[in-house]
């Protein structure tokens, strides 16, 4: 019989890397994650504030300039060469990803419409508007945001505790390795749904759309860069903040592993909830469903398979090839 395609993944030649020295990639790991979450969230402000742009537009186009930057990083310091290589994967994290944003888009419009259709037709509904809004912005920000990503933290727990939503959060969690590329690698409806359960609690509470925006560009910049395949020393950030280091034990074939550290963009609610892990010397490398990834490598499956009865049952010589112990570094340098 021949071999099992989950045994190994054919990737290709690897990706050219550029060389650096044990010291200076020691040095830029330490240093280069609060300037890689400030630079961009810096420019989208400049942006919005300075220039005027308007700045949904503005977190777009900061957002495709990082993920080049990103892209870049990710060859000249990774956190694992085997990463970088060819997975079979980067047509359908594309389009995936693509639907992302029209997704979001029409969720958000439906989910506010049903908010303010129940707010007219219940008036006390209308009592929770109780946002404080005399008090220094800087305090409104940390609590918006906290409140912004109680909704989506939520929406990610129940995303791999509800089996049907844990059939559509599957397409994200197949990838077998983390990259700028599969950030937005997410089933429409997996998408959709994060939307319709986060933005109901800010938005009854009054949180002022300006803070939303903020959120938005935090989650976005946040998001791709808990992805990114950089060797990233966060230290004390990977205890409130979602971080490289927090996010790839989330994506460990390791239930253990992967029922944590939910946030989107903070730890907090993790923390209070106990469900926030903290990264060792030891975090595996290879990431995804492992032997239980029976996600299909055709994109219509990938779509269709959740609302099938069986779900995911890709036939073997269908199903996304992940990377196997020893395939990629045995530990991980945090």
């Not at 190994?8 to 550029?18: D, R």
């Not at 909704?151 to 390795?177: E, Q």
Request: include cysteine; proline fraction near 8%.
């Amino acid at each position: 019989m021949g071999e099992s395609p989950s045994r190994h993944i054919a990737m290709g030649p690897p990706a050219a890397l550029l060389t650096l020295s044990d010291r200076t990639t020691d040095a830029l790991s330490r240093v280069l994650f609060p300037v890689l979450l400030a630079a961009p969230l810096g420019a989208w402000l400049w942006l919005w504030k300075t220039v005027g742009w308007e700045p949904n537009f503005a977190i777009m186009t900061v957002y495709w300039a990082y993920f080049l930057v990103l892209v870049v990083l990710e060859r000249l310091l990774p956190f694992e060469p085997a990463w970088n290589r060819r997975d079979g994967q980067l047509k359908n994290d594309l389009i995936l990803s693509a639907l992302g944003f029209p997704a979001s888009t029409l969720a958000a419009i439906a989910s506010l419409w049903v908010l303010m259709w129940t707010i007219r037709t219940f008036q006390p509904l209308v009592s929770l508007n109780v946002w404080p809004v005399h008090w220094p912005f800087a305090v409104q920000l940390i609590l918006g945001v906290l409140l912004w990503d109680f909704g989506n933290n939520l929406a990610h727990r129940w995303a791999h505790k509800v089996p049907f939503l844990w059939r559509l959060h599957a397409v994200h969690h197949a990838a077998p390795r983390l990259s700028v590329v599969n950030t937005g690698r997410f089933h429409p409806l997996d998408l959709a749904k994060s939307v319709i359960i986060g933005a109901p609690i800010p938005f009854l509470l009054g949180v002022p759309e300006q803070i939303a925006l903020w959120y938005a560009a935090l989650n976005a910049f946040t998001g791709i860069l808990t992805h990114a395949n950089i060797h990233l020393q966060c230290g004390v950030f990977n205890q409130f903040w979602s971080t490289p280091n927090t996010h790839r034990l989330h994506h460990s074939p390791d239930a253990r592993e992967t029922d944590t550290n939910y946030g989107e963009v903070t730890m907090i609610w993790d923390r209070l909830w106990g469900t926030y892990l903290k990264p060792t010397g030891a975090t595996p490398r290879n990431v995804g469903l492992g032997a239980n990834c029976l996600v299909s490598t055709r994109l219509l499956d990938t779509l269709i398979h959740p609302f099938t009865l069986r779900g995911h049952r890709a036939p073997l010589e269908r199903r996304i090839v992940t990377l196997e112990p020893g395939q990629a570094g045995p530990q991980a340098r945090v």
